[in-house]
């Protein structure tokens, strides 16, 4: 299991300072059950007293993001989710209340053959699932 202190201390070593919006963010998203945007993340600081502008906290993800700590994801709702998760892992969204839970199950896209045979080295991809929760169907 990742633990907040472990993040922190390998920060450290890697030579950068922990400031209190930095320790706080990371403590956030560890905690949270599933991605949050960037109000969610907001009105989590707020809660803590912490107020930062929307520049330093875009900032911090991306620094957090460049450090491998954090990931992107996106729903094609025309705005970003933040996760930190030890290990790659997909998700799925209910279409009618939002509900977004993790996928178990482990996709392994660099073991797909379609790469291979167009000739393509795999680099990436975005994939979401959508579906209706139990409780919406
Ligand atoms: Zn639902
Ligand atoms: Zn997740």
Same mark, same amino acid.
């Given at each position: ?34 991605p ?29 993001k460049?450090?491998g700590i954090l990931e992107e994801i ?7 989710r933040y996760e930190i998760s030890?290990?790659h892992h !997909? !998700? ?32 990436? !991809? ?12």
């Amino acid at each position: 299991m990742l633990n907040i202190s472990q993040i922190l201390d390998d920060l450290k070593l890697r030579g950068f300072k922990n400031t209190k919006i930095r320790e706080a963010l990371i403590e956030i998203l560890l905690k949270a059950k599933s991605p949050l945007d960037i109000s969610e993340t907001l009105e989590a600081l707020a809660k803590k007293e912490l107020t930062p502008n929307k520049t330093t906290i875009y900032r911090e993800i991306i620094f957090l993001k460049e450090q491998g700590i954090l990931e992107e994801i996106e729903f094609g709702e025309g705005k970003k989710r933040y996760e930190i998760s030890e290990t790659h892992h !997909h !998700h799925i969204k209910c279409v009618n209340c939002g509900e977004i839970k993790d996928v178990k199950e482990n996709l392994k896209f660099e073991n797909l053959k379609f790469f291979q045979q167009m000739g393509y080295k795999p680099i990436g !991809h975005s994939l979401e699932f959508f579906g209706l929760c139990k409780n919406c169907q």
